[in-house]
């Protein structure tokens, strides 16, 4: 018995459906999106949570999203990052009002890296009052460590950063 046609190549061999409109689509054709490529977002939209996406959804759907996130990827690796312990005084323009939180990070860097990654996406240039946290997690005879981490988004004078 032969199968679904293939919404990209139209042949019998569909296996596999498209998450956003539901078509067959064949292994050749299908575009796989990994889990943790959007792994720094805190909450995955609908369209980009699935696996399987045929040829026009993924274009249509993916990747302007995918553009935008490792935009904002890039900008977060070079946000300036103040911890809480540091007295050193910034040239403050704007702070946000609300702290910026995660949580079970794998090590210190992916933290500074999320937190960093969440105040990109609200606009700002870096992160003050930064307290990052390490949680020794016991799991029978298994030991690991968990990060977590806080700090509020702010605007900063970045010319003035750059000069102290």
């Given at each position: 018995m032969l199968g679904e046609l293939c919404t990209s190549c139209r042949r019998h061999q569909a296996e596999l459906t498209c998450?956003?409109?539901?078509?067959?689509?064949c292994k050749s054709c299908v575009q796989f999106l990994d889990a943790a490529t959007f792994s720094f977002l805190p909450e995955i939209p609908g369209p980009l949570g699935h696996t399987y996406y045929c040829g026009p959804?993924?274009?249509?759907?993916?990747e302007p999203s995918?553009?935008?996130?490792?935009e904002t990827l890039e900008r977060a690796k070079g946000?300036?990052?103040f911890f809480s312990t540091q007295r050193k005084r910034f040239?403050?323009?704007r702070r946000s009002k609300v702290k910026v939180a995660?949580?079970?990070?794998?090590?210190?860097n992916e933290t500074i890296l999320r937190l960093a990654f969440l105040a990109a996406q609200q606009g700002y240039n870096s992160v003050i009052e930064a307290e990052v946290l390490?949680?020794?997690v016991r799991n029978e005879g298994y030991?690991?460590?968990?990060?977590?981490?806080?700090g509020f988004p702010a605007q900063v004078d970045a010319d003035r950063v750059d000069r102290y």
């Amino acid at each position: 018995m032969l199968g679904e046609l293939c919404t990209s190549c139209r042949r019998h061999q569909a296996e596999l459906t498209c998450g956003v409109c539901q078509g067959p689509c064949c292994k050749s054709c299908v575009q796989f999106l990994d889990a943790a490529t959007f792994s720094f977002l805190p909450e995955i939209p609908g369209p980009l949570g699935h696996t399987y996406y045929c040829g026009p959804c993924h274009e249509a759907e993916v990747e302007p999203s995918l553009l935008i996130y490792q935009e904002t990827l890039e900008r977060a690796k070079g946000l300036y990052f103040f911890f809480s312990t540091q007295r050193k005084r910034f040239p403050l323009i704007r702070r946000s009002k609300v702290k910026v939180a995660v949580k079970a990070c794998e090590d210190r860097n992916e933290t500074i890296l999320r937190l960093a990654f969440l105040a990109a996406q609200q606009g700002y240039n870096s992160v003050i009052e930064a307290e990052v946290l390490c949680e020794k997690v016991r799991n029978e005879g298994y030991q690991k460590s968990c990060w977590r981490g806080v700090g509020f988004p702010a605007q900063v004078d970045a010319d003035r950063v750059d000069r102290y």
